[in-house]
């Protein structure tokens, strides 16, 4: 994927995710944002039912191991990533998932801040 003009790949974010939070699947993705840039989402999937990280210990891991481009601009916390028939992760709709959410945020704001 090519985030801010550097070209990189998921799995690079994805190795650091795991390496820090060992209790933890990881699948980066790139979504395109409502203005139209793209940038990195994050879906993480915790391995133990009894341990759930919180957002606050995957931003400060991100902050701290990886560079300004790399870091995700959406991070969500999900049981299990949707699969394609062949029973790989869909990336494609993990990545539709994010600009979704990018959107209704966006969409948000805008009726949040527009004049009554």
Same mark, same amino acid.
């Given at each position: 994927?090519?985030?801010?003009?550097?070209?990189?790949?998921?799995?690079?974010?994805?190795?650091?995710?795991?390496?820090?939070?060992?209790?933890?699947?990881?699948?980066?993705?790139?979504?395109?944002?409502?203005?139209? @840039?793209?940038?990195?989402?994050?879906?993480?999937?915790?391995?133990?039912?009894? +341990?759930?990280? *919180?957002? /606050?210990?995957? !931003? $400060?891991?991100?902050?701290?191991?990886?560079?300004?481009?790399?870091?995700?601009?959406?991070?969500?916390?999900?049981?299990?990533?949707? @699969?394609?028939?062949?029973?790989?992760?869909?990336?494609?709709?993990?990545?539709? +998932?994010?600009? *979704?959410? /990018?959107?209704? !945020? $966006?969409?948000?704001?805008?009726?949040?801040?527009?004049?009554?």
């Amino acid at each position: 994927m090519k985030i801010s003009g550097y070209r990189l790949h998921p799995s690079e974010i994805e190795a650091v995710i795991t390496r820090e939070i060992p209790s933890v699947e990881a699948v980066a993705v790139a979504f395109e944002t409502s203005d139209g @840039l793209s940038r990195v989402a994050l879906f993480v999937m915790p391995l133990r039912d009894d +341990w759930v990280p *919180d957002f /606050a210990t995957i !931003r $400060s891991c991100c902050a701290r191991e990886l560079a300004h481009y790399q870091r995700p601009h959406y991070i969500s916390i999900i049981e299990q990533p949707p @699969l394609t028939p062949s029973l790989k992760v869909d990336r494609q709709r993990l990545s539709e +998932w994010a600009t *979704d959410a /990018a959107l209704d !945020r $966006s969409q948000t704001r805008r009726r949040i801040s527009s004049p009554v």
